[in-house]
């Protein structure tokens, strides 16, 4: 994969020593917490659905950990952009329903099947052709639609952790004014300081469910992997069903994040490749897709972690190796990550991103001949719509692509 450089900010404003490493770090820190906390439950469901026991769930848990890290960091520090990458969300949705009497090798066999139909796009670059038509401010739109769930519930969280995230709201409010580099760090201090002092009954069952995890005697991970069986049952129900669904509500919108945040140069098709070649290979110890992030790696793409575009590669990086780290712990870390408050993660989360929604608003509406088309984007991503088992990210395009090509007349006016 070529390096891709980005234009490098001035010397006067670019942060240096201490100040250009710990926003980087901090935002690695809270995108593998969104990353794992998020959505975690998903991936205990369809391990359920796989009838894996304790240990089985701990192998899946830490393959899949590993798959991501390695795949953040490496092409982190080989491209010098940010590379984030997650496990298939409505792709563990999907599992948690149609795993359900398939046995345990077929299953395996279709994420085989999952990876190599993403290596085959990436390779043949026909879905980076594809998105390459997809207008900027349709693109901009498809973000914003996407993060706008993670800005509304940081601010609806008052109502259920009002201790927790009235903290959390004071200390961002001020540090934005006064010390506006440090804004996410403080604020996740403030939540992680508020948390025990909190006297609701969520936030003492949390802390209750933490002190099980930690104290809980877990067990190792099995050290081989599965055996591995093929059918066309499983591959026709199973990893084509996994292959639509990451492609069109995961990578879709994860290279839309690369282009909002202007890595337009990316080589997205070898990405897509790596991310199949992984998925494949680590199949048999349970990784059934990873891909292009999106709310995650838009964590690590603000210019609050540093103003040149360049550097920014560095929160990713640290991602990568707190995901790698993950992966050795993956039992009781899953169990301390998944006793956190709710309400901590997604304020944090939806606090981080306010920069990045609201230039993708401003993207997708700067100019008029495609105002209307991208604001259709935005509002169908933001509906959470699901039709057909595919996510509302593919049906926003649908939708922009179509209103965009009928309202839009040569020269750009309507």
């Given at each position: 994969m070529p390096r891709v450089s980005m234009a490098s900010a001035s010397p006067e404003t670019a942060p240096q020593g201490l100040a250009a490493w710990v926003?980087?770090?901090?935002?690695g820190f809270v995108c593998a917490l969104v990353g794992i906390t998020s959505s975690y439950a998903l991936v205990v469901e369809a391990a359920r659905a796989m009838d894996l026991g304790p240990a089985g769930l701990a192998t899946l848990s830490s393959a899949l950990l590993f798959a991501i890290?390695?795949?953040?960091?490496?092409?982190?520090l080989l491209l010098r952009i940010p590379v984030v990458i997650a496990w298939s969300t409505p792709g563990a949705a999907l599992l948690a329903v149609s795993l359900k009497g398939v046995p345990l090798a077929e299953a395996l066999g279709a994420f085989v099947v999952c990876g190599l139909l993403l290596t085959l796009v990436g390779v043949t670059g026909w879905f980076e052709r594809q998105m390459a038509r997809i207008p900027v401010a349709l693109a901009s739109a498809l973000l914003a639609g996407v993060l706008l769930r993670f800005g509304l519930e940081a601010f609806a969280s008052v109502q259920?952790?009002?201790?927790?995230?009235?903290?959390?709201?004071s200390v961002f409010l001020l540090a934005r004014r006064w010390l506006p580099r440090w804004a996410v760090p403080l604020t996740l201090l403030a939540g992680l300081m508020a948390w025990p002092l909190a006297q609701s009954t969520q936030a003492l069952q949390a802390l209750?469910?933490?002190?099980?995890?930690?104290g809980q005697n877990w067990p190792d991970p099995a050290p081989l992997a599965w055996p591995v069986r093929f059918s066309a049952?499983?591959?026709?129900?199973?990893?084509?069903?996994?292959?639509?669904?990451?492609?069109?509500?995961?990578?879709l919108p994860g290279v839309a994040v690369l282009r909002a945040h202007g890595y337009t140069q990316a080589p997205v098709s070898a990405l897509i490749t790596v991310t199949g070649l992984v998925t494949a290979l680590l199949a048999p110890f349970g990784v059934f897709a990873i891909n292009l992030a999106a709310i995650t790696a838009a964590l690590c793409m603000s210019p609050e972690i540093h103003p040149d575009p360049a550097r920014r590669w560095t929160a990713a990086a640290a991602a990568?190796?707190?995901?790698?780290?993950?992966?050795?712990?993956?039992?009781?870390?899953?169990?301390?990550?998944?006793?956190?408050?709710r309400e901590l993660v997604i304020t944090i989360a939806g606090l981080a991103l306010l920069p990045t929604i609201g230039r993708g608003l401003a993207g997708a509406l700067e100019q008029e001949p495609v105002r209307d088309a991208a604001l259709v984007t935005f509002l169908v991503t933001a509906s959470g719509l699901q039709l057909a088992g595919v996510g509302s990210a593919f049906w926003a395009v649908v939708a922009g692509l179509t209103c965009h090509a009928l309202w839009s007349v040569r020269g750009g006016q309507r």
């Open positions: 926003p980087a770090g901090v935002a890290g390695i795949t953040c960091l490496l092409p982190s259920t952790a009002p201790v927790i995230v009235g903290a959390m709201l209750e469910g933490l002190q099980q995890g930690l049952s499983a591959v026709l129900g199973v990893a084509v069903p996994l292959f639509i669904v990451t492609m069109a509500s995961q990578n990568g190796v707190l995901y790698l780290v993950a992966s050795v712990f993956a039992a009781p870390l899953s169990g301390l990550f998944l006793a956190m408050p």
